[in-house]
């Protein structure tokens, strides 16, 4: 009973200062996962790997709260949507920079959806209800539907077979270069290895309370390996 008391004892200190500096910034975690992602490129997978990996470094417009109810992450607030059903207005967020250090505009976000409409299947199942997607202007996206289709903000808000916005001139298929908006950049993949992501400095985080995937997102570490 000794033992077991002081095996409990020593349980609650080593735990104790953990949840304690859970909100403060630095070091490294080794995260295990069993096999390796087969792609980097969230929109041209469904397996949760690729999406638990990719979602540090790729955003969406949209995502789930944690009640799976769908709610902004790039985009500004959710759709506005027309008396008919068949138009979709999107603001985006404003001061949102990429990896590369260059602002996102309605122009990345218009050839990302096309990117995502032609190899996505989630794109695909979308593609054949779309007539057209524009940019009004360099903060707003439209959507143009043949006719309403009530699952397009859920289908722009997973994280795998991802709607990612990445800059519109780095749409190659397949993927060159791993540039996204998320609080975390690739810095090395090494196949079979480790996949090393590190904190992007120019992140900027939605306001308020974190909330499921939505809400604020935090960057506490340095490192994610």
């Known amino acids: 009973m000794r033992r077991k008391l002081a095996f409990l004892a020593t349980a609650a200190l080593l735990l104790a200062p953990g949840v304690m500096m859970a909100a403060e910034k630095g070091g490294v975690i080794n995260v295990a996962t069993i096999g390796e992602p087969p792609t980097l490129d969230p929109m041209a997978s469904t397996a949760d ?53 260059s602002n996102m505009t309605s122009e990345d976000v218009v050839a990302s959806l096309g990117r995502w409409m032609k190899i996505a299947s989630r794109g695909k199942q979308a593609a054949g209800f779309i007539e057209n997607i524009s940019a009004p202007d360099a903060g707003t996206v439209t959507i143009a539907l043949k006719q309403p289709y009530a699952p397009l903000a859920s289908l722009l808000a997973f994280n795998n077979s991802a709607a990612i916005i990445l800059p519109a001139e780095k749409q190659a298929e397949p993927m060159a270069e791993f540039i996204g908006t998320g609080p975390y950049m690739l810095k090395e993949r090494k196949a079979d290895q480790y996949i090393q992501l590190v904190r992007f400095d120019g ?13 604020a997102r935090h960057q506490y570490l340095d490192e994610i390996r």
Request: aromatic residues 12%.
């Open 49 to 101: 790997l690729v999406g638990i990996v990719t979602q540090h470094i790729f955003e969406t417009l949209y995502t789930f709260d944690k009640g799976w109810k769908v709610t902004p992450l790039l985009a500004e607030s959710l759709p506005e949507i027309s008396a008919d059903g068949k138009t979709y207005t999107i603001k985006l967020r404003q001061g949102i920079k990429f990896h590369d250090g």
């Open 203 to 215: 992140y900027k985080s939605r306001d308020g309370e974190s909330d499921g995937y939505g809400g």
